[in-house]
Structures are given as C-alpha cells and as structure tokens.
C-alpha cells in the first residue's frame, strides 16, 4: 500500500496522483500531517505496528511507500486559561516537544518503507545545498549572509547588483483575504544605505543577467525542464513567482543536455533526494545557474505547458516501489 502524506489544504497535484494511482490498479492511502498527533498508533502482539484512521486499524508493515508531500504547523490546543505567564510558556513549549515527539515517532514507525521524499530532508539548508550544487560542478551565484553593512558594501562593489532572499523557506500568508509572500528582490545602494552598521541577517546574492529561467522537476534521476522566459516584464524579471496574471510569461520544454542532467543528478544524490523541483537561471554569459531545490515542490507548474503529464509519472513511479 502507499501512504501519502500532505496537508489538509494542499495543491491539486496530489489529489490527481491519487486519482492517477486509483486509475492504474494501485492502492493508496492518505493522511494528513496536522492529524497524526490526533491519530492513535502503537504496537500489538498479533499485528505489529499500526495506526487508527476513521475507526480503522491500519498495520504499517503493508506499506511499503511512502509519498511525503506536504508539511504544516500542527496546532496546539488552546491554554489562555493558564493565568501564570511562565507556566504558559513552560506548558507550551513542552506540548510543541511532545506534537514533534508523536509526529517523529509515527515517521519512524514507517522506516521499513521506501520514501519519496522524506521529512528529515525536506528543508535542506539553502548555503549548504549551493556548496553541494558547486562541488557537483554546477555554476552558482556568488552569495554571502551577512549582518553587517561593511561587508555587505564590500559584496556589492566586489559584483555590481545583488539581490536579497530568504536563508530558509519563503513564507506565505494571508490578511484580509489577500495573499502576501516574501520574494526574491533587488537590494538597491539606497536599502543598504538606510541600513544600520549591524542588522538581521540577509542572504544576498550576485544579480545574474538572465536569459531566461529554469524550472526542473526531478524524478528519481529523471529531469523534466521548463524554461520560463520572464525577464521581458518588469513584475516577474526578478522572481517569476510574482506572476502576471494578466501577462503571464511564456513557458515551454527545454532539452538540459546530458552533462547539465549528469551534474543535477550528483547534486540530488549528495543531498540525499530523489525528488524536487529545482530553480535555475541561464545566464546571458551562457552560464546554467543552480540556485535552490525544493524538496516538495510544485510540479503541476512544469506538467501541463509542457504536456508531460506529471502526475501519471509520480502515481507510476509509487506503483513500481509499492509492487517491488
């Protein structure tokens, strides 16, 4: 049996896998994260290891894959009604241990599986990740994290234009029903300037001139590429995610090459992956750019402009680990 794991609110992808898998003869089952710590498992003498979904026992030695999609936050419940400030903070730190305790607990439970994607590597620090991508013989944006205006004066005079993003996962949220998110930006000479001598630190990077970007979906040493040609508008030359909706920026397939495919698939090797979609640039210097992976990454993005039909290669490739 497969277990997907996902999010109450999650992206449509994995619900067509499901359906993809249901279509092709496979037998799937899903969860999600924010109800394992809600979710009875253990051991018994006559079964083994086993959780409790909906009233039914479910024995974990009959999966044998495991799809981690999704992660989220899992929700305490509510403790105003302690008085003590302290006692509070005491109590609610110790509930946090013990959800992380239930949620790794089950994840262990399921070690005899195989995992496409897996939580412990479904955040692999970004710095790292771009030494790995270097050492694998992938071209990188020079980078530097820093908190101090010095050395960040220095970065900029060194290479020209930087740009700042996050030094983990982006956020995204909403207020007042309208979606904010935090994008890759320009650091222009006047946000330095107002700048204090020391300050948070910032992840800043050497602003490529590109031709065009890249996104690729891999797959279990598959790549599957789109080029995104956003540099000719002004919202999205920057950070295609910002999209024009309006405008939206030409996608198409895009053929790597076996070098450029051989270097990603040592990168994602090293970095112990065997799924991800990953973020590149062509430079106008004729430079591939490796910038980031995400392990659980959007691939409905790449599937439908390129008609590569994703979603039936993901429910096939879990079929083919379950029936192993």
């Known amino acids: 049996m497969i277990l997907v794991i996902s999010m109450k609110f999650t992206d449509d992808s994995t619900i067509r896998v499901l359906e993809w898998i249901k279509r092709l003869g496979g037998k799937a089952l899903r969860i999600n994260?924010?109800?394992i710590p809600n979710m009875a498992f253990g051991t018994s003498p006559e079964g083994g290891s086993f959780f409790v979904q909906d009233g039914r026992k479910v024995f974990l030695n009959s999966i044998r894959t495991v799809w981690f999609r999704r992660?989220?936050?899992?929700?305490?419940p509510d403790i105003s009604v302690i008085p003590d400030p302290e006692v509070r903070k005491v109590t609610e730190r110790h509930m946090r241990s013990e959800m992380k305790g239930a949620v790794q607990s089950f994840y262990d439970s399921l070690s005899h599986a195989f995992w496409l994607s897996h939580p412990d590597t479904a955040a692999p620090p970004k710095f790292s990740v771009l030494q790995k991508a270097k050492a694998a013989?992938?071209?990188i944006p020079p980078t530097l994290i820093t908190n101090d205006k010095a050395t960040l004066n220095a970065f900029r005079r060194q290479h020209g234009d930087i740009i700042i993003k996050c030094i983990t996962d982006a956020d995204f949220f909403q207020r007042d029903h309208i979606p904010y998110g935090l994008y890759t930006k320009v650091f222009t000479p006047e946000h330095i300037d107002s700048l204090p001598d020391t300050f948070f630190p910032v992840l800043v990077q050497k602003k490529i001139e590109k031709a065009w970007e890249l996104r690729?979906?891999?797959l279990g040493g598959a790549c599957y590429p789109m080029a995104i040609f956003s540099q000719g508008n002004q919202q999205?030359?920057?950070?295609?995610?910002n999209y024009d909706f309006e405008n939206p920026n030409r996608n198409v397939f895009y053929n790597l090459g076996p070098d450029l495919e051989r270097r990603i698939g040592d990168l994602m090797?090293?970095?112990s992956l065997n799924t991800g979609?990953?973020?590149m640039i062509r430079g106008t210097d004729g430079k591939s750019y490796f910038?980031?992976?995400?392990?659980v990454g959007m691939f409905g993005m790449v599937s439908f402009p390129c008609n590569l039909n994703l979603r039936k290669k993901v429910a096939e490739f879990l079929i083919d680990k379950d029936r192993r």
């Open 137 to 139: 013989g992938l071209d």
């Open 277 to 279: 979609s990953l973020d």
């Open 33 to 35: 994260v924010e109800d």
């Open 291 to 295: 910038l980031e992976v995400n392990p």
């Open 269 to 271: 090797d090293t970095v």
């Open 236 to 241: 999205t030359e920057v950070d295609f995610r």
């Open 71 to 76: 992660a989220a936050p899992v929700q305490l």
């Open 216 to 218: 690729i979906f891999y």
